[in-house]
């Protein structure tokens, strides 16, 4: 399975970017979808989350503001980001797995995540 992210970029502080990540190699309809970010000296840091069964998690720094969704005939996900603020920026990672359930990926675990993408950054300036 390969993930592989794009649409970083850098953009002013109020801003959008739409991130998205194409899964090849699995059927995706299969697999659940995260979006995980990692700032400079931070960890890891779980921001969305979509279930088989389409049911979405938020981290709350980023409720009202993200959205994830995916499109199984496409084998796509995505992230819109909207209103965009400096403590956004960081590498951003897709994510995919198999075992955990919908409602389990609130904890945002990212042992529940077994195929990940190699990143796409985002600088968000003020």
């Known amino acids: 399975v390969q993930l592989v992210e794009s649409g970083g970029d850098s953009v002013q502080a109020g801003g959008s970017l739409r991130l998205t990540c194409v899964v090849s190699?699995?059927?995706?309809?299969?697999?659940?979808m995260g979006w995980f970010r990692q700032a400079p000296g931070k960890g890891r840091e779980g921001v969305a989350a979509?279930?088989?069964?389409?049911?979405?998690h938020y981290a709350d720094s980023v409720k009202g503001r993200f959205t994830i969704s995916k499109d199984n005939n496409q084998n796509t996900a995505y992230l819109q980001m909207d209103n965009l603020k400096p403590g956004d920026t960081a590498m951003y990672y897709c994510?995919?797995?198999?075992?955990?359930?919908?409602?389990?990926?609130?904890?945002?675990?990212?042992?529940?995540?077994?195929?990940w993408g190699q990143g796409t950054q985002v600088t968000v300036s003020s």
């Open positions: 994510a995919a797995g198999l075992v955990a359930a919908s409602w389990a990926l609130a904890h945002f675990d990212p042992h529940d995540f077994r195929y």
């Open positions: 979509i279930g088989r069964d389409g049911l979405t």
């Open positions: 190699g699995y059927t995706q309809s299969t697999l659940y």
